[in-house]
């Protein structure tokens, strides 16, 4: 190795062992992200790039092209922008939902509760499952013959055709989300809360404070970039949904529950034509969208190294 | 101010008992020091007193009320950290203002109250800064201020100077005191340092292995303690330690190493032939020429105004020198020592316990 170091110097020999990385890692995230804005700039349904002509921003301009952003119905696209609205109105509900459920079972969690150990696995296994296998569960319980019809039924309650009706299909692809990764965020909270010293909480103790202004003067400031990290983490994974809800409705009923990488994949894959410029573009779009919620984090990631 | 009495206190984890029945009486305004090595119970002690930790067996009483079921917080005690524990979110003056919003105080009166006590403690011009901007001896005068500015009946300050530098140390130390002549509140303070207990304390109780040893104001420790372990313990550097047997006629001691000493004739009890240990400190023991035990050197420190001599007898007993002045002397000289009879401490060594008995 060092007869090797000299013949090639410190700097070549560290770039010879990065090479093997780079070579994968440039041949599958920065050639696509390179190709995705050639093809965001082209248009036609043909895959190769030499056949396809140049049509500069149109694909973006389509995308973007509305009389009134708030009416889907006056947009070019109108597609694209009920797959916009259904995740803005998603990841607010599922992200508020998550990020509240995740920090009251951690607060459970970390009291000190009998049988803590198995509660922990408990709400961390959902987290284990495959997203196909998530959607599969909750389609058993929830379709017209399903768990949880049979249980109404019997009740006398009678049954709800939950997958059909678009508000219900929408709020179970919220709840479903929110349970298969709440316990991830859980967990992560659950560190937070640990690193919290516990004199301080003494300390609060000392001086008198009630349960509820230690919990609101002392836990939640010193949980707050735990919080965030979390809040952001939790926002990134919700704009990137798609797996567990296009295998659990479909994207509907109609397009209730179609998702912004959904809507990509289906004019860039599934649909025919392949629209693979206006997917490309799309892409693009919810890219620069990741980009500044990952610049947020890292940010505040730093924010809390410093302080 | 308040007088805090245990009553036969104990504290058992599982089937380990780490209190083992501790009574304790600290009067009215009294500086307590507890004292102990690591792992004798005096934070789990104070802790139970403080009501953080729940007592497993006795009594806790202040002012000749028991506390046992009273919680932490209605016990009208303060408590200073050893990490300080401050809020690190917080401001100077949140961290102090905080207990005092607990309560309901007044604005006002909380805004007069941080007054004063930042300026008594010097902190004043700390207020709107964060516990992360401060040095470890502003944080410690913060800690000190959040308990002051609560005005409670005891304050409760666990080894609050162990994370400061030697130097620091000594000032704090110095500014606790006064705190308490200024103040006059009871005062437990727990550490692991004997000087700090000798130089701070009106009363030391000297704890061992979840047992008090002994209890009393600090040189009645130091002149007269109750068995080796005070003596060793209390006095910096400690005892030295020689076993041996008391002659016939009990009018001298025949040490181990086969040489022997004067005995005193009048103070302790003991009988001819008995194994007893004898106690004697560093600053009793001088250099004599053809005197009744001889000492390898083994290191020598000299301060300046005082120099240490280590040595070791024949038997290989360790024993320490302390001479004021400049005293050199060769490492392997034998050099011959006299103890001062009249200084001496004897031992039973069996039970541990001192013969002394007026």
């Keep these: 190795m060092l007869a090797l170091q000299r013949k090639l110097g410190v700097n070549r020999l560290a770039w010879a062992f990065l090479l093997p990385n780079l070579i994968l890692f440039g041949l599958f995230a920065f050639l696509p992200v390179i190709l995705n804005v050639f093809y965001a700039m082209t248009g036609g349904d ?13 694909n973006f301009v389509t995308l973007l092209d509305c009389e009134n952003y708030l009416d889907v119905n006056s947009c070019r696209e109108d597609k694209f922008w009920r797959a916009v609205w259904n995740t803005v109105r998603f990841v607010i509900l599922q992200v508020g939902f998550m990020v509240g459920f995740a920090l009251l079972t951690a607060i459970i969690l970390n009291r000190d509760i009998r049988a803590r150990g198995f509660f922990r696995s408990v709400f961390f296994f959902p987290v ?32 709800i055709n939950w997958l059909v009706d678009a508000q219900w299909a929408f709020g179970w692809s919220v709840f479903i989300s929110v349970w298969a990764h709440m316990g991830f965020y859980t967990l992560i909270l659950l560190a937070g809360l640990q690193a919290i010293p516990r004199d301080v909480y003494e300390a609060a103790l000392m001086d008198r404070a009630n349960a509820w202004r230690t919990f609101r003067r002392i836990t939640l400031p010193l949980l707050a970039p735990t919080m965030l ?24 009923p109609g397009t209730a529950t179609t998702f912004i990488i959904q809507y990509i994949y289906e004019e860039g894959f599934a649909g025919a034509p392949r629209l693979f410029g206006l997917a490309a573009a799309a892409s693009l779009l919810v890219a620069g969208v990741l980009v500044v919620l990952t610049l947020i984090q890292l940010r505040i990631s730093r924010n809390n190294v410093d302080g | 101010m308040a007088r805090v009495e245990l009553k036969q206190v104990k504290k058992s984890y599982g089937s380990v008992e780490v209190i083992k029945g501790i009574d304790l009486d600290i ?73 005092l919003e607990n309560i309901g105080t007044s604005k006002a009166e909380i805004a007069e109250k941080i007054g004063q006590v930042s300026k008594m403690l010097q902190i004043d011009m700390l207020l709107d800064r964060k516990p992360k901007d401060l040095s470890g001896g502003q944080r410690q005068r913060v800690a000190i201020g959040r308990a002051v500015v609560r005005e409670p009946r005891v304050f409760l300050f666990d080894e609050p100077l162990s994370n400061l530098d030697a130097e620091l140390r000594v000032d704090m130390r110095g500014e606790i005191t006064a705190l308490h002549r200024r103040l006059g509140n009871t005062m437990i ?125 024949k038997d290989g007993t360790l024993l320490t020198v302390h001479l004021s002045g400049q005293i050199s002397a060769e490492i392997g000289e034998v050099l011959t020592i006299e103890g001062d009879a009249d200084e001496v401490h004897l031992f039973d060594t069996e039970s541990g316990l001192s013969l002394r008995h007026d």
Excluded at chain 1, 242 to 247: G, I, K, P, R, S
Excluded at chain 2, 53 to 77: K, T, Y
Excluded at chain 2, 81 to 93: E, K, N, T
Excluded at chain 2, 266 to 293: A, C, M
Aim: hydrophobic share 45%.
């Design chain 1, 46 to 58: 043909n895959v190769l790039l030499a056949d396809r002509p140049d049509v500069g921003a149109r």
């Design chain 1, 128 to 159: 284990l499952l495959s997203p196909v296998v998530v959607a599969l569960i909750w389609k058993w319980i929830l379709q017209r013959e399903g768990v949880l019809n049979a249980f109404l039924d019997w009740t006398g309650a009678g049954g």
């Design chain 1, 229 to 252: 990290v979390v809040l952001i983490l939790a926002l990134i994974k919700g704009v990137q949904t798609f797996d567990e809800v296009y295998a659990f409705t479909g994207g509907g």
């Design chain 2, 27 to 99: 009067q009215h305004g009294e500086f307590c020091v507890f004292v102990g090595p690591s792992g004798c119970g005096k934070s789990t002690l104070l802790r139970m007193i403080s009501g953080l930790e729940p007592i497993s067996d006795g009594d806790v009483a202040i002012d000749n009320e028991v506390v046992n079921d009273i919680a932490a917080a209605d016990r009208g005690l303060a408590m200073v950290f050893q990490s300080y524990a401050l809020y690190p979110h917080m401001s100077v003056r949140q961290n102090l203002s905080f207990g």
């Design chain 2, 189 to 313: 303070y727990v550490t692991h340092d004997q000087v700090e207990a000798m130089t701070m304390a009106d009363k030391i109780a000297v704890l061992r292995l979840g047992e008090l040893e002994q209890f009393g104001r600090p040189l009645d420790l130091y002149n007269r303690p109750r068995n080796i372990f005070v003596a060793g313990f209390i006095g910096s550097p400690k005892m030295n330690f020689i076993k041996g047997t008391v002659a016939e006629g009990g009018a001298s001691i025949t040490f181990d190493t086969g040489e022997t000493m004067a005995l005193p004739q009048s103070g302790f009890d003991y009988q001819p032939g008995q194994k007893v240990t004898l106690g004697i400190r560093p600053n009793h023991v001088s250099l004599v020429e053809g005197g009744s035990v001889s000492m390898s050197v083994k290191s020598v420190e000299q301060l300046g105004g005082e120099s240490y001599i280590y040595g070791a007898l």
